[in-house]
């Protein structure tokens, strides 16, 4: 029934962020490292903007939200962070 569903996609979902959360060690074992970008000014090096918001508490090309973590190795983006850019 339901309960059995529900309780069916908690396990999943719990196996899943497990999961994850061993392949990110292993990425840190090999150098490389989650840089995190909400709060940081927009810097094209780093971040892909995906869209833009205004939010007029916070300076202007700040970062909002991120929907994908970046990653670096040997201190060099090997993946740009997707990122919405406050733009006021």
């Not at 995906?50 to 670096?72: A, F, P, R």
Request: glycine share 6%; net charge negative.
């Amino acid at each position: 029934g339901q309960e059995k569903d529900k309780l069916n996609l908690e396990s999943l979902l719990d196996s899943t962020k497990m999961v994850a959360g061993k392949f990110t060690q292993e990425l840190e074992k090999l150098g490389v490292k989650v840089f995190t970008s909400v709060g940081e000014k927009f810097d094209p090096e780093k971040h892909d903007a995906l869209t833009t918001m205004s939010n007029t508490d916070k300076e202007d090309d700040v970062i909002l939200e991120e929907y994908l973590k970046g990653y670096e190795l040997a201190g060099r983006v090997i993946r740009h962070s997707q990122v919405i850019v406050n733009k006021v």
